[in-house]
């Protein structure tokens, strides 16, 4: 095995592979996989982490870190690979008060639909595309409900890579469009985001394309963790007590859990930051099963469409992570996600999906259940813009009918 930079572990048996070809799931796990279960053997892309320890205490070795972009802790060889599209560093703000009340515990909101096709996605399409680069790969496919297709089209179009997207036909007609427009192959598959996973690993493996699927490409991972380096930087180069993430195939989550354990792993940080868990409740395959030795499969129906998963393709890790690191986890209702977009929107001017306005929701619960202590600092990672879904909102707003322009009218 060689390990010039970085390997691949198994999340579940632990065994260790090298990174000279691509890889996806463990090729021993892969093997009980079925249909109907999260899919074992999702890998971990490890690095030398002891080796940094060199460069000093914990803010040399950040600032060595963060001076050269990252790049020793991202599994490829050279940053000019990377889109010329600018991902990441999106802005942290610091909320004082909500209807007018000033809050007693610290709040921001990492602002995600900052990047350049509206979605925490790019963070991964960013280092998918990278990668592919360098390897000399010029065809990505990927199944999508949505974001992470409108995502990796975009990204592609600006690297001159070809993207083949599967979505479920219900997907919303911004992110459908997005993609068209982006110049990408486009299938609408019929059914779920599940059928549509499916597909796209069976195509992958026929036409022998790179597969940019969630978790089942571990660079998904890696490319979301760098959200907890900006955090730990954008809070003075401290951690925040809680991270409230929205929820649904587990990725998200565990890159969130990553960048802060790669933190860990080099002594910049002496320990993780609570991390919340919010999943809708009419998709929660991964609350529910936290304490189920076997998983057991509800159909979900959710008007947060990026996080309605049947088959969470992160669940292990995801469980893994929330239970080594003491986090939390709850579910939040439909009618409170629509709320939590409101109350966003005219608390903040940051316009959220309902999928990122469900960790606003879970944010919501926990302060008015008094679970956030005075002075606690607590961030709401908001993943995608609320222009990507128009229509979910249109139950909580009225407009208007209009008017004849004559200024008695008003
Ligand atoms: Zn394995």
Redesign the pocket.
């Known amino acids: 095995m060689i390990i010039d930079k970085f390997y691949y572990e198994?999340s579940?048996?632990g065994?260790k592979y090298g990174n000279e070809e691509v890889r996806y799931l463990?090729p021993?796990?892969e093997k009980e996989n079925s249909d109907t279960k999260p899919p074992k053997?999702v890998l971990k892309v490890q690095y030398d982490y002891h080796g940094h320890r060199i460069f000093g205490n914990a803010a040399n070795i950040f600032k060595r870190l963060k001076d050269t972009k990252f790049i020793d802790l991202l599994p490829i060889n050279d940053i000019k690979n990377f889109p010329k599209l600018e991902v990441g560093n999106t802005p942290l703000y610091k909320q004082e008060k909500l209807n007018d009340k000033k809050l007693s515990f610290n709040l921001f909101f990492k602002d995600d639909s900052q990047n350049p096709t509206y979605s925490f996605k790019d963070r991964a399409s960013y280092l998918v595309s990278a990668y592919a680069k360098e390897k000399g790969i010029d065809t990505i496919v990927a199944a999508s409900t949505g974001n992470a297709g409108s995502s990796l089209a975009g990204i592609c179009a600006s690297q001159n890579q070809k993207a083949i997207i599967m979505v479920p036909e219900a997907a919303p007609l911004a992110k459908l469009t997005q993609i068209v427009m982006y110049g990408a192959k486009i299938i609408p598959v019929k059914g779920t985001y599940d059928d549509a996973f499916d597909l796209s690993i069976k195509a992958t493996k026929k036409h022998g394309w790179y597969n940019r699927n969630t978790a089942f490409n571990p660079l998904t991972i890696e490319g979301k963790k760098t959200v907890s380096f900006e955090l730990y930087d954008q809070l003075n180069q401290t951690i925040p007590d809680r991270v409230f993430v929205p929820v649904g195939d587990g990725v998200i989550i565990s890159g969130v859990y990553k960048g802060f354990e790669d933190l860990l792993q080099l002594g910049v940080i002496e320990k993780i930051p609570i991390i919340v868990a919010v999943q809708s409740e009419g998709s929660d395959n991964i609350s529910r099963n936290m304490n189920n030795d076997v998983f057991e499969l509800k159909a979900s129906k959710t008007i947060a469409d990026s996080i309605s998963v049947d088959i969470p393709r992160n669940f292990y890790m995801a469980k893994n992570f929330l239970k080594k690191y003491n986090g939390e986890w709850l579910t939040v209702t439909d009618k409170e996600i629509i709320n939590a977009s409101v109350e966003l929107s005219k608390n903040t001017g940051l316009f959220s999906e309902p999928a990122a306005a469900t960790s606003f929701a879970g944010m919501l619960n926990y302060m008015n259940n008094n679970k956030l202590e005075s002075k606690s600092s607590n961030v709401v990672l908001l993943t995608g813009s609320g222009l990507k879904d128009l229509q979910s909102v249109q139950s909580a707003i009225s407009i208007p009918d209009a008017i004849d322009a004559d200024v008695n009218n008003i």
């Open positions: 198994c579940d048996c065994a463990c021993v796990c053997g």
